[in-house]
């Protein structure tokens, strides 16, 4: 089973900067990366993904500030937030899809990292 593991929240000023890490651990043949977030009373909204080939996709909300990037070696997608605002305010979520070394199929959710941006 593969699982997730998230870091890099914190709180931070509007226009400031933070990067978020998502490892998995287990032997990932191939795997899609995504970031997802919520806030209290909405639902999971989702943010980005990077593709096994390296393709990004971002939300309209993000595009130009976050930056999606993988390290296929460490198993380990990361997400570089800039120029922060307060309405990126959430619980950030790392999701990962895909077939294990093993041929096994997984979809994993990370635990959550709380991003808070103050004004």
């Known amino acids: 089973q593969v699982q997730l593991v998230e870091s890099g929240g914190g709180l931070v000023q509007a226009g400031g900067s933070l990067r978020l890490s998502c490892a998995a651990s287990g032997s990932i043949f191939r795997g899609i990366y995504m970031w997802y977030r919520q806030t209290p009373g909405k639902q999971r909204e989702w943010v980005s993904t990077?593709?096994?080939?390296?393709?990004?996709n971002y939300a309209d909300s993000v595009k130009g500030r976050f930056t999606i990037s993988r390290d296929n070696a460490k198993n380990t997608v990361y997400l570089q937030m800039s120029n922060l605002k307060p309405e990126d305010t959430a619980v950030y979520y790392c999701?990962?899809?895909?077939?294990?070394?093993?041929?096994?199929?997984?979809?994993?959710w990370g635990q959550g990292t709380q991003v808070t941006v103050s004004s």
């Open positions: 999701n990962v899809n895909g077939v294990t070394g093993g041929g096994r199929p997984f979809d994993s």
């Open positions: 990077i593709e096994a080939g390296g393709s990004t």
